[in-house]
DNA sequence: AATGAATGAGATTTCATTCAT
DNA sequence: CATGAATGAAATCTCATTCAT
């Protein structure tokens, strides 16, 4: 692993033991097993360091739609793929989005208003990317007619009421087993 | 109003302003027009004013949703009810909650950890009522059979997908609006 | 008891109570059970409360020195009634010289280094004034020729040597039992 | 010199020249020819820095105390080697001991209480180890039947009347020429 | 005279960042 | 490249003193 990858595993791990309100120079260094002034060869400030990882977390995120969406079959089936993805992808990092929350605001908080406003904007070309698919659905008359970007809401927030359970240990069982009643619930609601 | 609320106010202000990385007891003063030492005699430390902060919201959140399930009717009443009182209590407060995100731990963030998890556990209390009445709705055979919890959590996140969106300026329609919407969907889902 | 004597009396029981490092208006205040600001009508600053203590302390040693050495008799009677006396007055006291040490330098460390230096000289002249008795015990014969300020230092030493036994609880018997050791230990000292 | 020793260096002469009263990290920073911020890379805080000076005292009294006591010979001589050692150890340090006073105590003023308490305890027990010998003293019938705490508290006082005469330039003679007569004293007091 | 809320200067402490080695 | 001691700006917090009531 390159020394910059040590370095953003080194800030996860600082954020999930110490929390957000303990993130220092001296506490990533010491995690990285380098010295503070490393840090400062691969990342100019430390905003930097938390800025590459709420990228890549958004860049995880990106690929992860993208590649779901490309999948065959119809409307339904992209956002099954994304629904089951998504899910992987909360499972995978649970432990510091139990710290930092779900949203990608929460990560948003410890960077500038100006980086903040970047990565919201590039936070919603994925919301937007997902109402396309709804869209299509909509088309296909799976999906009953609505704004395509509240459908993509909806659905992404219908798959952190199940991640978040998973994380916070509210549910016990994988995620990976939620994909079906995600989509269920998001297609039919839990009406009787 | 008393000091110590032209404190909170102040503080509010400033996270909206400013964000969460700029909170700085000058700045508090500063808004809320009195000396910095003068919030100490209100305050023992900054994170006192955070944490009074934090639970005003969870305070409001729980009385919200005391109310709300004294609703006279059934579960689909009283869950109607907690949809609006929710819906309006994060009209009211869009403008911090932008800043802030949704999600009660984009606040925590801003505490220590031991804060956080006494906050975490308060919030918990709010979702368990919630999840009461699930149950009621599900023995009234309105809610399919499933944990009461789950479908707690479900219909907080469906409102935050309609709150979300309002609040950063997706759907431009009022909040109050969207009750039956987001009770539809939780109930029936967006499927045709 | 007129105000200010109320509030150099709260001052003691804050030294003694809470320690030199302690010593705030708003303690005293309390302890003297009157606002801070009533404090600042008797007294023109907290150093001037500390200064109104050390003279006390220094008024009553020089009272006590005074008629001391009014005593009929010879140079021994004058400085027995002296080491009775003050023994008497650190016993009086021991609960503050426990805290406060028994030198005045340690109360002149509260203070500003004028105040000190003006302290120190006042404190000099009950030296002095020792000094002179001792300079009549020569001259009677009774104590070897020296430096009489010598002799007013030792003498006063000795004295600490027991009071410092009783204050700080070494020695368990009353001070006033060890006039005449302390006058003994003074003249022929401890060798067999 | 390591830092910390600078920093503890710089610190004694900010108390000499300034006085107790105006110990700031500034001043001792300055004084030390470095940034605020390094004195706390040594140093967890200002109190730390005083609390390691008075122990560096504490440490030297221990040591002095320790290594007179090791003479060869009786206790008289034994009792003699402290006393030049002690008065030496005052001499070489009477500009910090003219400002903070001679007793231990008048430094512990500058602490905590639970500081001042683990350094009084520490104090007590040099004071124990002087004590020791005052018993073989009495053993050999060289001191007269005493509690030998007392003989050793009395000792130690006779010492901090020498001292403190030459401290405070009272007297003009060199310290060591004092030895055999605060022996002389102790043993025989003034008395013709 | 008495109050005590408010002040604000100043003290302590932290920590992102730099730079000589 | 790597270090980590040093920096110093900025943050938190304290408290003697004032002053309107």
């Known amino acids: 692993m390159p ?15 110490k929390g957000v309100k303990n993130i220092t120079s001296e506490a990533i260094a010491k995690k990285a097993g380098m010295a503070k002034g490393t840090l400062y ?3 100019k400030t430390k905003e930097d360091m938390i800025s590459t990882l709420v990228e890549s977390f958004l860049k995880e995120g990106e690929e992860l739609v993208g590649s779901s969406l490309r999948t065959k079959g119809g409307a339904i089936a992209k956002l099954r793929a994304f629904v089951e993805a998504d899910l992987s992808f909360y ?15 929460a990560m948003g908080n410890l960077l500038s208003k100006a980086k903040k406003k970047m990565i919201l904007k590039r936070y919603f070309k994925i ?8 869209k299509e ?13 509240e459908g993509a809401v909806l ?23 939620n994909t079906d009643k995600v ?10």
């Open 137 to 149: 659905g909509i088309a296909e008359n799976k999906i009953e007619k609505m704004p395509p970007i």
């Open 91 to 105: 499972e995978k990092n649970h432990k510091i989005f139990r710290t930092l929350g779900m949203e990608n605001s």
């Open 183 to 192: 989509l269920k619930i998001f297609l039919n609601g839990v009406g009787v």
């Open 3 to 17: 020394k910059s990858g040590i370095i953003i595993e080194a800030l996860k791990k600082v954020i999930i033991e």
């Open 41 to 43: 060869l691969y990342f």
């Open 127 to 134: 919301v937007e990317a997902i109402g396309r698919t709804v």
């Open 155 to 177: 659905l992404m927030q219908i798959i952190h009421a199940y991640a978040g359970m998973r994380i916070h240990e509210i549910s016990k069982c994988s995620i990976a087993g």
